[in-house]
């Protein structure tokens, strides 16, 4: 059900925020990797600690709440931040400050304290399909987000940093071989590009690409995996320093009629160390839903190819990112929705956390859907 408040705080309820009728996974359930790359030292393991559900409809102050695409915590204040993949068409583009109550035995509320509009170079709020907000994350001066861009209308990705107001501070240096070309020689793909965004505690920010980039091969599909491009930045300067490869998974699961959409990509990454993180792909086929699996990736020993401009035509060996699977949501019992957001953070009893909420497109048939884990190991 959804409601309608005049007030910009608003708590949401559901009456069994805990598990769906039903479900095959229970509070405390474990699920992790023992050894990821054969190393035990970098041992991960997760406690289910449940769901909640925000129904697609809710409204605030007259603006439905929809399309969380990142999602962050601040340990000084214990609040979260969330942005909307609205692209300024049912309202200005945007992003949330929540607040989340959640420990080890669930999340028990969800409260939207704040909606804080995302702001140009000019100081004005984005014109409609002028941006397309994806990831966002806390920085040392403020915060840290990406637009997608529109390759159909030729407008690049970005990574810009704002004020807490939604004011603009700057903008990161766009590698080359990244802008949509009209010809689509080069440069990323319309609604696959800047969908991921974490910080490393050396400070580097690292952000991932949804699929392949034009000019390096095909994207996933049902039979062959694609090659997204992880730029890593020197945060202090805004230049990128290095590039890496990600190698995207097959398209897991054929949709119930050939002709029925069907895609897999990298939706979000999370910084564990300075060159471990969690890694979410997430699939989608018509008549089977979402499929969500997270993996642990290291860039350690992976190619530097930023100087490669093509990986389909690259003339030396080329070394992606190591990955090994975590977990998938499905095959652990979960009816996983369109996940694209991921955050360490604290919970109420002291607990450490990984969170996760979905991007339910303002669609009827999806939902705003938050999972939370109990961190019990981790590198």
Known sequence: MSRLFSSTIL????LAPLAMPGAATEIGQTIGNPCPFGDCGAQIALAYAGEFVIPTGTVIDGVELGGLSGLDFDPATGHFIAISDDRSEKAPARYYELAIDADSAGIHDVTVLKRVTLQDK??????????????????????AWTSEGDAKQLLPPFVREMNADGSFRREFVLPAGFA???????????????EGLTFLPSGDLVVGTEETLNQDGPIADLLHGGLSRLIRYDADSGAPKAEYAYTIAPIPQAPSDEKGWKDNGLSEILALDDHRLLAVERGFA?????????????LSGATDISGIASLAKAETPVIPVRRS????MRAFGLTPDNIEGMTLARGKDGSDLLIFVS???FSPEQKTQFYAFKVLKKP
Not at 11 to 14: K, Q
């Open 325 to 328: 699977l975590v977990m998938d």
């Open 122 to 143: 000019d100081g004005k709020p984005f014109a409609p399909k002028m941006v397309d907000p994806e990831a966002i994350r806390f920085s040392k001066a403020g915060i």
């Open 180 to 194: 949509p070309l009209a010809d689509k020689s080069a440069g990323i793909r319309d609604n696959l590009a800047f």
């Open 359 to 361: 991007d339910n497109n």
């Open 11 to 14: 708590a949401l309820s559901i």
């Open 286 to 298: 018509k008549g089977f839903g979402f499929n969500i699996k997270v993996y642990m990736i290291d």
